[in-house]
């Protein structure tokens, strides 16, 4: 079974980093792109960022380019979103997406975590 | 960026079929393929793909759901609407860079 887990949300205070994680297990995760997306409180959802499978290419969202750092570890199949100067816009929940090699759909999904960034 | 148009809430009776819309201001086909996807999210978990490619039933979906159209205009049916699809219902566009949602469909029962 395919199972990707987040790890690493809570309160922060605007400006300051957060690191959150993505445990993957039930495939073989060097397989495969990942991508983060997020989505704010009562919104639709926002994709974030996605890696390539070796780590070689990744992608951004305008709004968190040059602030946020997609990056994986295929040797403990973990996906990793570093967040630098957080805004409060920023506020979300944040899940991590296999993407399928079928035309860019992400097929799999995190439970979620919860970043809210406020003072 | 690829803007998907999609109306904000359907109520639909049990066991009847509900039809929802998605828009695209620019053609997502490429080489054959609609890179239209379609997702189910409901409250306080986290979004399922049901239909992927426009048209194709994502492993373990019901054959309850399908999905068609090409180039601007796309559209995902229940046939027939069952409590549990009481959710929102999200499209996706990935023909190009950003991938980009539609704001989502929030099914109700009448």
């Known amino acids: 079974e395919v199972q990707l887990v987040e790890s690493g949300g809570g309160l922060v205070q605007p400006g300051r980093s957060m690191k959150l994680s993505c445990a993957a297990s039930?495939?073989?995760?060097?397989?495969?792109?990942m991508a983060w997306v997020c989505q704010a409180p009562k919104k639709g959802l926002e994709w974030v960022a996605t890696?390539?499978?070796?780590?070689?290419?990744?992608y951004y969202r305008d709004s968190v380019k040059g602030r946020f750092t997609i990056s994986r570890d295929n040797a403990k199949s973990t996906l990793y979103l570093q967040m630098d100067s957080l805004r409060s816009e920023d506020t979300a929940t944040y899940y991590c997406?296999?993407?399928?090699?079928?035309?860019?759909?992400?097929?799999?999904w995190g439970q979620g975590a919860s970043v809210t960034v406020s003072s | 960026d690829i803007v998907l148009t999609q109306s904000p809430a359907l109520a639909v009776s049990l066991g009847q079929r509900a039809t929802i819309s998605c828009k695209t201001n620019?053609?997502?086909?490429?080489?054959?393929?609609?890179?239209m996807h379609w997702y189910q999210q409901k409250p306080g978990q986290q979004p399922k793909l049901l239909i992927y490619?426009?048209?194709n039933l994502a492993s373990g979906i019901p054959a309850r759901f399908s999905g068609r159209g090409s180039g601007t205009d796309f559209t995902l049916t229940i046939d027939p609407v069952e409590a549990d699809d009481t959710a929102t219902y999200y499209c996706?566009?990935?023909?190009?860079?950003?991938?980009?949602f539609g704001g989502g469909t929030k099914l109700e029962l009448k």
């Open positions: 997406a296999r993407w399928a090699p079928k035309g860019g759909v992400m097929d799999a």
């Open positions: 039930g495939f073989t995760f060097n397989n495969y792109d």
């Open positions: 890696i390539s499978y070796d780590g070689s290419s990744t």
């Open positions: 620019q053609n997502v086909d490429y080489y054959g393929n609609s890179y």
């Open positions: 490619l426009a048209s």
């Open positions: 996706q566009q990935s023909r190009n860079l950003p991938p980009t």
